[in-house]
């Protein structure tokens, strides 16, 4: 196939497609025997999306007389899709470094809410930080994000709880969308607490009957594109009915709904998820049964977080019963000031240890299921033709070191790839030949 394309990836060790057949989401059954080639490569076209994949010489024949702006020879490497984190709060003022010390003399995380910690104290620091503040600081945790091998990553509002401070945030996201190579879903979590000196019901008002109508506006004039809409859905913070009606609203201007549930204590937010159409619910560590089969009917991902299990010494979510009865499992970093962690690769292993999931499961969670999560499986979270050609290269001959490793990736990455172009490349991992 002659012409002009972005890059060759030639003679990879494992090419993990992930799926092969087009699927949206892969279930327990289908993550268990995840697509592999072995000594395959890929093209990337001039548009970022795979033109081919498959054994390395039918693709050196297929593409003998065609040109590339890269060529990468991953002998010895495997190559996976770029990791897809289904959710994270990246844009915030203010460090609570010192609430750890708190946590681990045994403060739980409604104490240091209670006591004007946690979120609050990061409203507070956000309210004041200049927009230009916040972005330089977003700007910095994405780039971190991308070398650990992300390539896709939901980003959330939420510190703000005022318009205002909410449209500075959804702003600083939409710069990035525009400026910086990764990929971003946009999350208005404007419910993300109960602002100081309102009631869990005015708060819901003020959001139905001031920030939707507004970001529509701003949606319509082109200005900031918001995809998914939050709420978190906790006993002390919003109910289950203010729940159902901040969702509801912003399910009728467009959004998908994808939010907190279920964390500290039984809410029943997912059988409200399930029956509002819900793309996705984040933690579940309380999630009842009746809740896990009405996900799985309903097709409704459930984005578990292992770092904040962790973090705050919960229990586990029960990832094994969820995948056995058919829930689609994603996976997300969480990332936010209390539970600081940037590498998908980490999420992974701790699922596996902590939470029993399998390899293959877990980077199931962590690529398709997740872009399912964000709804944009159709052009992330595999390595496939049509796809967009975001990819990671690891300098080992079998994929599963980028889960068995505990931390030090940044030895273990050498390339990260977004729509075909080389967004970070390890020093150590030599050059890049073109021509």
């Not at 697509?35 to 010489?57: E, F, H, M, Y």
């Not at 003022?93 to 739980?108: T, Y």
């Amino acid at each position: 196939m002659a012409g002009r394309h972005r890059l060759l990836l030639e003679n990879a060790r494992q090419l993990v497609l992930v799926c092969g057949r087009g699927e949206e989401y892969l279930l327990r059954e289908g993550a268990g025997s995840l697509a592999v080639l072995r000594d395959a490569s890929l093209v990337v076209g001039l548009d970022g999306c795979v033109k081919a994949v498959g054994p390395a010489d039918v693709i050196r024949s297929q593409f003998s007389g065609a040109t590339f702006e890269r060529i990468i020879d991953c002998s010895g490497k495997c190559v996976l899709p770029g990791l897809v984190d289904a959710h994270t709060h990246p844009v915030w003022a203010g460090d609570r470094v010192h609430e750890f010390a708190m946590k681990l003399a045994g403060a739980s995380y409604m104490e240091i809410h209670q006591a004007g910690g946690g979120i609050h104290f990061t409203v507070e620091h956000t309210r004041k930080a200049t927009e230009e503040e916040l972005f330089d600081t977003f700007k910095h945790r994405l780039e971190r994000m991308r070398r650990a091998g992300s390539t896709l990553v939901e980003c959330k509002s939420g510190y703000g709880l005022n318009l205002e401070t909410e449209l500075k945030m959804l702003r600083v996201i939409e710069r990035a969308k525009q400026s910086m190579d990764i990929g971003i879903s946009s999350t208005y979590c404007g419910a993300h607490s109960v602002p100081k000196g309102k009631t869990a019901t005015e708060a819901a008002d003020d959001i139905i009957n001031n920030h939707l109508p507004k970001l529509k506006e701003l949606k319509l004039s082109g200005e900031i594109h918001v995809n998914n809409i939050d709420v978190f859905c906790e006993k002390g913070v919003f109910d289950l009915d203010s729940t159902r009606r901040i969702l509801q609203a912003g399910k009728e201007i467009g959004l998908q709904i994808n939010f907190h549930g279920d964390e500290l204590h039984p809410m029943k937010s997912a059988e409200l998820g399930a029956e509002l159409g819900a793309r996705a619910i984040s933690h579940l560590e309380e999630v009842s049964d009746e809740g896990i089969t009405a996900m799985a009917r309903a097709k409704c991902a459930a984005v578990l977080l292992p770092t904040t299990a962790y973090m705050l010494r919960l229990k586990q979510p029960q990832a094994r019963k969820m995948l056995e009865e058919g829930v689609i499992v994603a996976l997300g970093s969480d990332f936010n000031p209390n539970a600081y962690c940037f590498s998908m690769a980490m999420v992974m292993h701790l699922a596996c240890v902590n939470m029993k999931m399998s390899m293959n499961e877990a980077l199931a969670a962590a690529t398709i299921n997740a872009a399912y999560a964000l709804g944009k499986s159709d052009t992330h979270g595999s390595i496939e033709t049509g796809k967009q050609g975001d990819l990671v290269i690891i300098n080992s001959s079998r994929w599963e070191h980028l889960i068995y490793q505990f931390g030090g990736h940044e030895a273990l990455i050498d390339y990260v790839i977004v729509k075909g172009k080389v967004v970070y490349q390890n020093e150590n991992c030599g050059t890049i030949s073109s021509y």
